[in-house]
């Protein structure tokens, strides 16, 4: 099992552009997380889905982010414009079933916006 | 506002020693609670979970401990080796408001275990 694959693993963007993250799942899983790392607020949960349908995404922090999950091996992470304090490291994790033991974290993608 | 919080950004140790890393929470709603370790550009890492019924769980060399009265836990490694030289993230799991089970991470450890 290739685990969750996320690409790019580093993406440098210039203010005001539009980016996307992207994740694909371990096969079978049915739950699909994106998570954001920083050094102000650690490990910050943005959104996820069940089944390719979104749950909560009570965490995406303004209208600029967007998340899809338009089939059960893919979803893209977008942000449009970007801005410089969105820089970070941004996770995608997936599960079988929602229980917490189950997360499986991709590699990331480290994100910088100049 | 941070749920759970890991006060020490940092921890160094001896080999053979043990490693401490402490945890708090304030949401009495969790029901269970992980340890995560990260090395540099990977993605973070199951390693030990515990269920808020229980007051330890023990894995190898790794044990945490929960106080829920003091909504403390504890991961404790004995005896540590250089390759646990990490970031441990503590986290939580809590069944919230319309139905949305979520894990909320503190902000990490940063473990260094010296030879």
């Known amino acids: 099992d290739a685990g969750v694959i996320q690409s790019p693993r580093h993406e440098v963007t210039e203010m005001g552009q539009e980016v996307t993250l992207r994740c694909k799942p371990i096969?079978?899983?049915?739950?699909l997380f994106w998570y954001r790392q920083t050094m102000m607020r650690g490990l910050e949960l943005l959104i996820y889905?069940?089944?390719?349908?979104?749950?909560?995404d009570s965490g995406m922090p303004e209208d600029r982010f967007s998340a899809k999950m338009p089939n059960a091996s893919f979803s893209t992470l977008k942000i449009q414009p970007s801005e410089p304090r969105d820089s970070a490291v941004y996770f995608c994790?997936?599960?079988?079933?929602?229980?917490?033991?189950?997360?499986?974290f991709g590699s990331g993608t480290r994100l910088t916006v100049v | 506002d941070q749920q759970v919080k890991q006060n020490s950004p940092s921890l160094s140790v001896q080999e053979g020693r043990i490693s401490i890393l402490n945890c708090d929470y304030t949401?009495?709603?969790?029901?269970?609670f992980l340890w995560y370790k990260k090395y540099p550009a990977e993605g973070p890492t199951f390693l030990i979970s515990i269920s808020s019924i229980k007051d330890k769980n023990e894995d190898g060399r790794f044990t945490v401990f929960l106080n829920k009265s003091a909504k403390h836990l504890s991961l404790h490694i004995v005896p540590s080796q250089p390759g646990d030289s990490a970031v441990y993230f503590c986290?939580?799991?809590?069944?919230?408001?319309?139905?949305?089970?979520?894990?909320?991470f503190g902000k990490g450890t940063k473990l260094t275990v010296n030879p």
């Open positions: 096969s079978g899983h049915d739950y």
């Open positions: 994790a997936s599960s079988l079933g929602s229980g917490a033991r189950g997360y499986t």
């Open positions: 949401n009495s709603m969790f029901d269970y």
């Open positions: 889905f069940n089944n390719n349908v979104p749950i909560d």
């Open positions: 986290a939580a799991s809590a069944l919230f408001q319309g139905g949305s089970e979520k894990l909320v």
